[in-house]
């Protein structure tokens, strides 16, 4: 049966498997073709994108998909999220129609919306996502949503699987500083890919950066940078607003970005990140323009995790 | 001869043969692949659009062809309407030399330009849609102008056309009420297509909100929204800012929304709205969410509408 | 070799055969289809675009290639220039990540990027032109930069070879007042390509508004407009700021603007201009309006100049 949703881990039936497919995909892009054609994919952002943009076009494009880009803030309506509401003030349509109709023009959605960083429930709730879904009639694929960025995640695996030299790595998710508050979803969603690749995972970061424990559940939690750093295969480096605090931002914490130095306690780690990235305030210069760095290829597999994740919608089963 | 424009019902040559060939083309989207190889059609945005937007590019990539969007007050130059003018002030390109220069890219040109809702006589004079299609030198598509949407109208019939279960229903535009000055276009629009399908046709409006004369020719007019909706087939709703006070919005007249009340007077009417709408002010939820609207199907008519029309604009005779 | 870079004149090896090879794919533009296939180009736009923006996306389309527009600003990422920098500000995203990271995806990047107009020393090291050059893995077509457009200078001279009735024409570029500060890429460019072309080329323009010495060489630079204008075939018209006093905008040079009575001391001369211009403050619309303008068919030619640097990115040798 084809892939019908894709925005948590959970959408996951074998991730073994899941590797293997993007692989042979990596292989050779545009073997699957005749599976998109004359089939539209609609990516609808709610938010910027430069990364997820071009290589969720590229993997549509690889399968012979058409793709329609649509900026739902700049180029469309104001939406609203509520149900029941008397629509008498800025929001021009309902999310409800906004989804039933886009369903209307596209065999697979993708959607992107980030969370306000206000209200923890409300975020965590995946309102926007799931009112989505709900009215969408076709396969949805998420860019991104409020907790969760699992692209992204799939990838970030397919990079450590193509690189790694042990058969189970310990990876280090590392907390860094960062001027701007910023979402938890790609740090959740490595979580939950990690857990689910069960990678031997260690997560750092200060004292009040926890992320959810529905996330982190039994993965062992250090304060100590340097503790957690020791004997690291790759270490991840993310920042990420406060959970507990909803939204705070970190200061007098520009000591937990990466340097050569902290890599010196690791097992020649190898550097990854989401991109985009703040240099020398996330990880300085001498990082990430080394050879350790896997950010580009990061990138790359973001292209192949999307055709992954597209050929299924469309009903490769192989 | 191919179809050269399409910005009113005056451009349909035999109604019920374009009905036909939009249901041809609706049964089997792909089957005029080939009239489209290498054609381009470029969309030219000034104002908002979703529907629009997407569904004419779904049409064009359903036919084979390929589009280009351009959202011109964001990508491009801010275009003077206006001839003879000394340019030194705002204004950045003439709509001769924008219309000229993406007739050399295009082979067909969609262009959406909304009205002012200032100059009553400037807007029906439809100063920017007639100067673009001086100036093209190739068809030109309305995707909405200042006071027709016939994209939209073309897809109504449509949508009547199949849900009908009598030859000539009542379809009954019921005026609603919105917070903002919105355009005439859809309503002026829908009722040339109806008074062209020989429709029975009412339209129901508050005093002071009648459409042009112009448009609604001898049509009923009824003030009395209870009396009017009486064995309704079809209920038309949506919202328009006033012709005779131009751009008046209408305050305190809450209760000509659609209830599930109000149907009740109809002959178990279909519900219709072109999109987007405001729940619970234009429409209640009770009404939008039950199986008596076709509003998700007349936004899927629009792909069918318009690749009727781009297909007439390519060549097709049949 | 395929071509890598197209960025000034200097990336043309044989400019008569770019000539040749521009008419010949103009006279069936959809020849070389089997190039492009499964090849993508990315555009990127820093800046405003309407005829680069669409030509180039025809030319790659033409081409059989596919095409992802990118506006960085609205788009994705706030860009940072700067090496070295501790990125705790505005800006988001690295030049270095963000042209590795493009190259991922297209096979073929166009950029556009306008210079400041404050710090000439800048603006003329081409910064962001280079860095992005310097950290993209694929070839790299510029859409105008700072301070060259060569795609626009390809299709100029693509319209006056057409167009010329002689073999040596003479060719006068004739500043033009504007009421804002505008790059002087296209004129720069203009003359790195009419000297590339051995043109007989005659500038002229207000004292203090020269060209850098860099570009203009030894082409005679008159400041007594009426003198350049004798004899003139063709007469290319642009305003540009001061080079001397970087950025400044002439007052009181409304004569400067192209009349029909001063193409009266010409050649019966052809107007041309790049596009967009405003009327009667460049040029006045007798000028513009009558059959001596070729600003249509120049802007009709960027398709094909920007076709034949593609295909030769591809690997075309022929």
């Excluded at 997820?52 to 180029?75: H, I």
């Excluded at 992954?308 to 192989?318: C, I, P, R, S």
């Amino acid at each position: 049966m084809a892939l019908s949703t894709f925005t948590s881990f959970a959408d996951v039936d074998h991730l073994d498997n899941w590797v293997e497919l993007a692989k042979k995909i990596k292989d050779n892009p545009f073997q699957f073709q005749d599976w998109g054609r004359n089939k539209t994919l609609g990516l609808i952002f709610l938010n910027p994108s430069l990364r997820t943009r071009l290589s969720t076009q590229k993997a549509a494009l690889n399968l012979g998909m058409q793709v329609m880009v649509m900026n739902m803030n700049q180029d469309g309506w104001a939406i609203e999220m509520e149900d029941g509401t008397v629509m008498n003030a800025g929001t021009q349509e309902h999310i409800k129609e906004a989804a039933g109709v886009i369903s209307q023009y596209c065999d697979i959605i993708g959607i992107r919306t980030f969370p306000g960083l206000k209200d923890r429930g409300e975020d965590y709730a995946e309102n926007i996502m799931n009112k989505f879904l709900a009215h969408a009639t076709v396969p949805v694929v998420s860019l991104e949503s409020a907790t969760r960025h699992p692209l992204q995640s799939f990838a970030d695996v397919l990079t450590i699987e193509e690189t790694k030299n042990k058969s189970k790595p310990k990876v280090v998710l590392s907390w860094a500083p960062h001027p701007r508050a910023l979402p938890q979803a790609v740090s959740n969603s490595f979580v939950e890919w990690m857990i689910g690749a069960r990678a031997n995972l260690v997560i750092t970061n200060p004292e009040g950066w926890d992320l959810s424990k529905n996330f982190t559940r039994d993965t062992p939690v250090l304060h100590n940078q340097e503790e957690a750093l020791q004997g690291a295969d790759f270490v991840y480096t993310k920042n990420w607003s406060s959970f507990e605090n909803y939204g705070a931002i970190a200061t007098g914490k520009e000591n937990w970005m990466i340097t050569k130095a902290k890599l010196s306690h690791t097992n020649e780690a190898k550097f990854m990140h989401c991109l985009p990235v703040r240099r020398n305030v996330v990880v300085a210069d001498e990082v990430l323009d080394s050879p350790a760095s896997l950010v580009l290829e990061q990138a790359n597999n973001r292209t192949f995790a999307a055709q992954t994740v597209l050929l299924k919608m469309l009903g490769y089963e192989g």
